[in-house]
């Protein structure tokens, strides 16, 4: 059983920052690709960042030169640093990863419950 958990979200002023952490817990063998996506209210998901287990990084456009993703494998831990933040990025951020366990030996996508961003002008 893997579980992916959020944490890290809240109410912050435009301009302001936050990070947000996603641990993946349960008999993980290897993690491959980790990503952050949200849903802003009466909109679609969208991919916001994604690191491969390589550390090559991919941004939404509206995001690069404000977000930075980051992993600590050793603590199976993906981040979410945001700066800069405005009143669009309003969402709930959820943690999504590629994950193989012990018992099953291929990569299996995993979601987490999601943590609300909530960005006020």
């Known amino acids: 059983q893997v579980q992916l958990v959020e944490s890290g979200g809240g109410l912050v002023q435009a301009g302001g920052s936050l990070r947000l952490s996603c641990a993946a817990s349960g008999s993980i063998g290897s993690i491959n690709t980790m990503a952050w996506y949200r849903r802003a209210p009466g909109k679609q998901r969208e991919l916001v960042a994604q690191?491969?287990?390589?550390?090559?990084?991919n941004y939404e456009d509206s995001v690069k030169g404000r977000f930075t993703i980051s992993r600590d494998d050793a603590k199976n831990t993906v981040y979410l640093q945001m700066n800069s933040l405005k009143p669009e990025d309003t969402a709930v951020y959820y943690c999504?990863?590629?994950?193989?366990?012990?018992?099953?030996?291929?990569?299996?996508?995993?979601w987490g419950q999601g943590t609300q961003v909530t960005v006020s002008s």
């Open positions: 999504n990863a590629d994950i193989s366990t012990y018992q099953l030996n291929r990569y299996l996508n995993y």
């Open positions: 690191i491969a287990g390589g550390g090559r990084t």
